[in-house]
């Protein structure tokens, strides 16, 4: 069995041993040894709870440095939804895209615009005969290891559909191709802008020991610093947005349940919330829904810990 890579990991010289964490950690995965925390990797979900809640600092994410794709040839940039709620007063996000591209990317495909096409897909397969119901949305990667974790017997209702975020790197990559044949596949570089740790295990991991569709995950507070400094609102910006209020919603809690256009859902943030949901689903509690959203992050992907704004 091939070692788990996580994205969440312990500063020890920053560690008081507090057990504060331990307070807070969903999966029991941290302890304290000698004065310090302990992390158990075989326990992690990289939710970052941790970070979130360490009075010391103590944990931080760990991600790709923005330097780290400057020797490929052309670089494609994936902004998440919840990048665009970052900015105070921010009125049109095309200003974002541009920002985007005077940062030295090549070329921007959003991931709200691949979520757009996973809902139309969700969509699809709620139709679909003799499926496990309700059906979990596969969206957020914490929840799929903490239900392989501790509810796998709850691995049925997940929906079999790759997550806008691996979306969007097919498009991109398959969009650029087009249009720059002369490009070869290792010429290329897709990042996502990513608002949490989960996201980064998610992709080093590769999934079903698959090609990797993601090169890099950069995240989104450090590439924000960066693009404050680089969008400009003084004239009109040349590259514009291609999403829609349905794949922008995706980045807060709702958003890609209100996409499915089913009264018959649940959409819970929070990881206490979540458990709480997961529990209830595997004692078949929830016998009406349909379709059940859960978000690790309170708020959803807006309240990430690689995030910059407060989502409240």
Same mark, same amino acid.
């Given at each position: 069995? =091939?070692?788990?890579?996580?994205?969440?990991?312990?500063?020890?010289?920053?560690?008081?041993?507090?057990?504060?964490? /331990?307070?807070?950690?969903?999966?029991?995965?941290?302890?304290?040894?000698?004065?310090?925390?302990?992390?158990?990797?075989?326990?992690?979900?990289?939710?970052?709870?941790?970070?979130?809640?360490?009075?010391?600092?103590?944990?931080?994410?760990?991600?790709?440095?923005?330097?780290?794709?400057?020797?490929?040839?052309?670089?494609?940039?994936?902004?998440?939804?919840?990048?665009?709620?970052?900015?105070?007063?921010?009125?049109?996000?095309?200003?974002?895209?541009?920002?985007?591209?005077?940062?030295?990317?090549?070329?921007?495909? =959003?991931?709200?615009?691949? #979520?757009?096409?996973?809902?139309? !897909?969700?969509?699809?397969?709620?139709?679909?005969?003799?499926?496990?119901?309700?059906?979990?949305?596969?969206?957020?990667?914490?929840?799929?290891?903490?239900?392989? /974790?501790?509810?796998?017997?709850?691995?049925?209702?997940?929906?079999?559909?790759?997550?806008?975020?691996?979306?969007? #790197?097919?498009?991109?990559?398959?969009?650029?191709?087009?249009?720059?044949?002369? /490009?070869?596949?290792?010429?290329?570089?897709? #990042?996502?802008?990513?608002?949490?740790?989960?996201?980064?295990? !998610?992709?080093?991991?590769?999934?079903? $020991?698959?090609?990797?569709?993601?090169?890099?995950? /950069?995240?989104?507070?450090?590439?924000?610093?960066?693009?404050?400094?680089?969008?400009?609102?003084?004239?009109?910006?040349?590259?514009?947005?291609?999403?829609?209020?349905?794949?922008?919603?995706?980045?807060?809690?709702?958003?890609?349940?209100?996409?499915?256009?089913?009264?018959?859902?649940?959409?819970?943030?929070?990881?206490?919330?979540?458990?709480?949901?997961?529990?209830?689903? =595997?004692?078949?509690?929830?016998?009406?829904?349909?379709?059940?959203?859960?978000?690790?992050?309170?708020?959803?992907?807006?309240?990430?810990?690689?995030?910059?704004? $407060?989502?409240?």
């Amino acid at each position: 069995m =091939e070692k788990y890579l996580h994205s969440v990991t312990l500063l020890s010289d920053k560690c008081h041993g507090c057990t504060h964490c /331990l307070d807070y950690c969903p999966t029991e995965a941290i302890r304290v040894r000698n004065g310090k925390a302990l992390i158990n990797p075989d326990r992690c979900i990289d939710c970052g709870e941790c970070i979130r809640v360490c009075k010391n600092k103590a944990k931080k994410a760990v991600f790709d440095k923005f330097e780290t794709i400057s020797g490929f040839k052309f670089k494609i940039a994936l902004p998440a939804p919840s990048l665009y709620g970052q900015f105070d007063n921010l009125d049109d996000i095309d200003y974002v895209i541009e920002g985007l591209y005077a940062m030295g990317f090549d070329y921007v495909f =959003e991931v709200a615009r691949a #979520a757009e096409i996973v809902s139309e !897909y969700t969509r699809r397969y709620l139709k679909t005969a003799n499926i496990k119901k309700p059906v979990i949305s596969s969206a957020c990667p914490v929840i799929l290891r903490l239900i392989s /974790l501790r509810f796998p017997s709850l691995a049925d209702h997940v929906i079999p559909l790759m997550s806008p975020m691996e979306t969007a #790197a097919i498009y991109a990559r398959r969009e650029v191709r087009r249009m720059h044949p002369e /490009l070869l596949d290792e010429d290329i570089c897709v #990042a996502f802008i990513s608002p949490c740790p989960a996201k980064v295990s !998610y992709v080093k991991n590769h999934p079903d $020991n698959r090609k990797p569709l993601i090169d890099a995950v /950069l995240s989104m507070k450090e590439v924000y610093f960066k693009l404050i400094s680089c969008m400009s609102r003084e004239s009109d910006a040349q590259h514009a947005s291609r999403s829609g209020v349905v794949g922008l919603s995706w980045a807060t809690s709702g958003g890609e349940s209100a996409a499915i256009f089913n009264e018959k859902y649940l959409a819970a943030d929070g990881i206490e919330n979540v458990i709480q949901v997961l529990e209830q689903i =595997e004692n078949d509690a929830l016998p009406t829904l349909e379709f059940v959203e859960l978000n690790s992050c309170p708020g959803g992907c807006v309240g990430g810990v690689m995030t910059v704004a $407060n989502p409240f």
